[in-house]
């Protein structure tokens, strides 16, 4: 025996249709508008405007606190093209890059080995024993290389204990390598985990098959894969050292000056020359923001096959 189901519960009342024709308010552009407000009006007033200052400042030639701001020209930044200046420039891009590679060649082989050759179980904990140092505060990192590298320090008494002869690293470029490299490595290492976690191991299985030695399974197969973390932590090292302040501060001394050194000289130093601790500082937010769209262009730490 079959049941009948009324027309009319199988068709919406008329009034219910007329009232679906009505054009809904559109108001798709205010949600998002709404959830980025906060950060917007953060990065406005801490970011944007504070750059726009700096950038007035950076046209105002030999300007000092409490003098009238005028800007007239690009005398500052035609200063920065001296020979004394280009050097402190070259030389931070030096220790940036030079900390960049040793992080990449000592970091490498940490995120491999955490990565593919560990048990899953251990993993997270030899994660956060690698990054454990970061827990601590810089400048108490930089005092505890001081201590490590200085004539008297533990490295020197370690080896004068067997007759070698003491090494002099502290306040010179060597102690400043030491100590960025150490601060930015667990980052590289974090980077390059994520990367070498989604490796294809049946690509490395079939490159042995084919006859493939380890070092071509490593820049045939391996290096290719995770090309784009490589570049995300490589990027990201260096973003961070080219405008590293306290270890060139600490442990490289006065040969060791750097682009960030000559900023905080110009503002709180004697010299006090803030039109061209600005024009400095310009030129460094465009080193690193450079670094940052090749970041965002290139740092997708997703291996590619």
């Known amino acids: 025996m079959s049941t009948q189901i009324p027309h009319s519960q199988l068709h919406p009342p008329n009034n219910i249709v007329q009232a679906s024709k009505f054009p809904r308010p559109r108001l798709s552009w205010l949600q998002p508008l709404i959830l980025l407000a906060p950060a917007g009006i953060w990065l406005l007033l ?51 890059l030079t900390s960049t590679i040793i992080c990449l060649i000592l970091g490498f082989p940490v995120a491999y080995w955490i990565a593919q050759m560990t048990p899953q179980r251990w993993r997270n904990l030899l994660l956060i024993g690698f990054v454990l140092p970061l827990w601590t505060s810089s400048l108490l990192r930089c005092y505890a290389w001081i201590t490590i590298l200085r004539p008297t320090g533990l490295l020197n008494s370690l080896l004068s204990s067997f007759n070698l002869p003491t090494l002099d690293i502290l306040n010179n470029s060597s102690a400043v390598l030491i100590g960025m490299s150490y601060s930015f490595l667990p980052y590289m290492v974090l980077i390059l985990y994520a990367a070498l976690e989604k490796l294809d191991k049946r690509l490395l299985e079939a490159a042995a098959d084919l006859g493939a030695n380890p ?54 130093g004697p010299t006090q020359n803030w039109g061209f601790g600005s024009a400095l500082s310009t030129m460094i937010i465009l080193v690193v923001s450079l670094a940052i769209a090749l970041l965002i262009k290139f740092g997708d730490a997703t291996p590619k096959h």
């Open 215 to 268: 070092v071509q399974t490593f820049w045939k197969v391996t290096v290719p894969q995770t090309l784009t973390g490589i570049a995300a932590g490589s990027f990201l090292v260096f973003i961070g050292t080219f405008g590293d302040f306290i270890d060139p501060e600490l442990l490289g001394g006065a040969s060791s000056m750097t682009a960030a050194r000559l900023v905080y000289n110009q503002f709180l």
């Open 46 to 96: 801490l970011l944007v405007l504070p750059t726009l200052i700096i950038f007035e400042l950076s046209l105002v030639p030999n300007i000092r606190p409490g003098d009238i701001v005028n800007p007239s020209g690009f005398d500052n930044y035609i200063r920065i093209l001296d020979p004394l200046y280009l050097q402190v420039m070259g030389r931070s891009l030096f220790f940036a």
